[in-house]
């Protein structure tokens, strides 16, 4: 479901906030929150207004339907929960969760449709058969309710292995903020892990996991920025679950398209995938113009990837931004914060 048909379902629920109690796992103490209603997320705060996480709104599930308070989580093996007997909020979540369903691929009718489109002539033949094809165009089809149910699948299973996501307020604020002013409104969903993942990686929905060394090992925020960068021309260049099904092959194609879904064992396989694989090259003249459009200094990016400057030296030689030109991504304040998320 796209951002526009969420906004148009909560239309009449927008600035809507509502007490809660939040926990991050089933260990875990529950806190009091503030659930706010947002276009396409739901933002979970504390007493004093800072965020603590946010979900995104077409892959909550009700864990208690028809109970109170309800119960909610972000996804099918999330370990977090929050819990409301606020009835609005309630509504207009279980409205969203509707409206998903109803645009959700049903697999009898989809079925019906493919095989109709099979033996509707030899041109419609042809391109099903070809592997290639029905990828590209499973791709096409696959509406942002699924890519954000999957993200949140392979979030959760790569969770299992790299541990806790840093969660620290003030570094979340400030992470943000750093987001905002490299990618600007297209800033994806930004998840600090203490582990598992070598720098950064992506995934469908719209998620981008990073090292929490690319924050605390160096000194300036320019190297964390150009590797949001760098990771954001991957995610342009090549469709998130375009990625998911070269991996995952033919027969989870097919899957996907006729149901609507793929198996556990694919997600698990995706995820240890991306912990293991190297990230793929970027075209330098296209990765230099994405630094030169943001106004980040790909000089730290390129000496982070090599120290000693020589396999990097057209990145450093080619900066778009001189030092002398540069302004700061953050202020030291805030830069600070953000080098505390995972100690907060």
């Known amino acids: ?54 979900w995104s709104l077409p892959a909550i599930i009700r864990l208690n339907p028809g109970e109170r308070p309800a119960l909610f989580a972000p996804g099918t093996d999330a370990t977090e ?14 409205k969203v969760r509707t409206v998903v369903e109803k645009r959700r691929p049903h697999p009898g009718r989809l079925r019906h449709w493919v095989t109709a489109g099979l033996f509707g002539g030899l041109v419609a033949l042809t391109v099903f058969w070809l592997p290639d094809a029905l990828r590209n165009y499973t791709v096409s089809v696959v509406p942002t309710p699924t890519r954000d149910a999957i993200g949140q699948r392979i979030l959760n299973r790569i969770g299992r292995v790299a541990g806790q996501q840093c969660t620290g307020s003030t570094g979340r604020a400030a992470l943000d903020q750093l987001g905002f002013r490299v990618l600007g409104s297209n800033t994806p969903r930004m998840i600090v892990l203490s582990g598992g993942v070598q720098t950064t990686t992506h995934l469908p929905g719209h998620i981008t996991l990073l090292n929490r060394s690319l924050i605390e090992d160096y000194e300036e925020p320019d190297v964390v920025a150009g ?51 190297t990230p793929a090259t970027i075209d330098r003249d296209t990765l230099l113009a994405r630094f030169k459009a943001a106004g980040v200094r790909s000089t730290p990016y390129a000496y982070a990837l090599d120290l000693t400057g020589e396999s990097t030296l057209d990145l450093v030689e080619a900066d778009p931004v001189p030092l002398s030109d540069a302004t700061p991504l953050l202020s030291d304040a805030d830069w600070v914060r953000l080098q505390g998320i995972c100690g907060e």
């Open 1 to 54: 479901m796209s951002r526009t048909k969420t906004m148009t379902a909560l239309t009449k629920y927008q600035r809507l906030e509502a007490p809660g109690l939040w926990r991050a796992s089933p260990e875990a103490q529950r806190r009091n929150v503030v659930l706010s209603l947002g276009d396409a997320t739901l933002t979970i705060s504390d007493t004093h207004d800072m965020a603590l996480t946010h």
């Open 81 to 94: 929960q929050v819990e409301t007997d606020d009835d609005t909020l309630i509504k207009a979540i279980e």
């Open 227 to 277: 590797f949001l960068l760098a990771e954001d021309a991957r995610r342009r260049a090549t469709d998130p679950i375009q990625a998911l099904l070269d991996h995952a092959g033919l027969k989870a194609t097919v899957r996907l398209l006729t149901t609507g879904d793929l198996p556990d064992t694919v997600i698990d396989s995706y995820a240890e995938w991306l912990l293991t694989s």
